[in-house]
């Protein structure tokens, strides 16, 4: 499982680039409200080690220091990511360190964008909803077209409505980043008829600006998961192609 410092990388990432990224949760434990069955950072009972939340004042100067040390190396990057150990709009400053990050990126490396990825349950939150359309890249997950499968995918926390989350998506009004993982499993399958039919139609309720569709890379928790090829996951999003959707396609190692 990984563990992340409070800024770490950069690292290459198969969606952004040359990466450095950002953890607001706590450095030697997991905080997330979603159990995901294919997390890298394992399962959320594995790391309750460490519940402390870093400060905005230390993201800030943590952020401060590795951006001075990339610019003194000559080291370009093209993210700063806000990604980690949980979901990052968990973190109550999530609002302020986006506002000092941007600030920050403006004088460190402004042709850098600004990413955060989440899993999208907390924009309804009026204040993280405006802090995610300030940056560049709002990266907004949906994995599962009904709360049955989001239940066996993500296993989110009590509460969580699919139909809230896209009710909530729909004031970007297309101005974000779509995310979905495409796996299979011995329950579930993201090929399967009713599943891909049933996302399609949330794509095209949302219409973002790009969707990007990506699968498993590194060993999951739960057993039993399995991988899809780049040319798998292609010929099912074709139908969104061919409509005029901008889909951006990861599989292993691409």
């Known amino acids: 499982m990984m563990r992340e410092t409070t800024v770490f990388g950069p690292i290459h990432s198969r969606r952004l680039g040359r990466s450095l990224g950002i953890n607001?949760?706590?450095?030697?434990?997991?905080?997330?409200?979603?159990?995901?069955?294919?997390?890298?950072?394992?399962?959320?009972?594995?790391?309750?080690?460490?519940?402390?939340?870093?400060?905005?004042?230390?993201?800030?100067?943590?952020?401060?220091?590795?951006?001075?040390?990339?610019?003194?190396?000559?080291?370009?990057?093209?993210?700063?990511?806000?990604?980690?150990?949980?979901?990052?709009?968990?973190?109550?400053?999530?609002?302020?360190?986006?506002?000092?990050?941007?600030?920050?990126?403006?004088?460190?490396?402004?042709?850098?964008?600004?990413?955060?990825?989440?899993?999208?349950?907390?924009?309804?939150?009026?204040?993280?909803?405006?802090?995610?359309r300030k940056v560049d890249n709002p990266i907004l997950k949906i994995d599962a077209p009904t709360d049955a499968l989001v239940a066996k995918i993500n296993q989110p926390a009590p509460g969580y409505l699919l139909e809230n989350v896209v009710t909530a998506l729909e004031h970007f009004q297309g101005n974000f980043i779509l995310q979905t993982m495409f796996l299979k499993s011995p329950d579930f399958d993201s090929a399967s008829p009713e599943v891909l039919q049933g996302w399609m139609d949330i794509v095209r309720r949302l219409k973002p600006r790009e969707v990007m569709v990506y699968t498993i890379d590194r060993p999951t928790p739960a057993p039993g998961i399995e991988a899809f090829s780049v040319e798998k996951m292609r010929s099912l999003v074709k139908p969104l192609i061919d409509e005029g959707f901008r889909i951006d396609i990861k599989g292993k190692d691409t």
Do not use: Q
């Not at 997330?32 to 080690?49: H, K, M, Q, S, V």
């Not at 979901?87 to 004088?107: G, H, M, S, V």
């Open 24 to 132: 607001l949760l706590p450095e030697k434990g997991k905080i997330c409200n979603f159990d995901c069955i294919y997390c890298e950072c394992g399962w959320n009972r594995d790391g309750r080690g460490d519940t402390v939340l870093p400060t905005a004042a230390k993201v800030r100067s943590d952020l401060e220091d590795k951006l001075t040390e990339l610019m003194l190396d000559g080291t370009r990057i093209d993210s700063i990511t806000f990604s980690g150990d949980g979901e990052p709009t968990l973190n109550p400053e999530f609002p302020r360190i986006i506002d000092d990050t941007l600030f920050l990126r403006d004088a460190y490396c402004p042709d850098a964008k600004v990413s955060v990825l989440s899993n999208a349950t907390r924009v309804h939150v009026p204040e993280v909803f405006e802090a995610l």
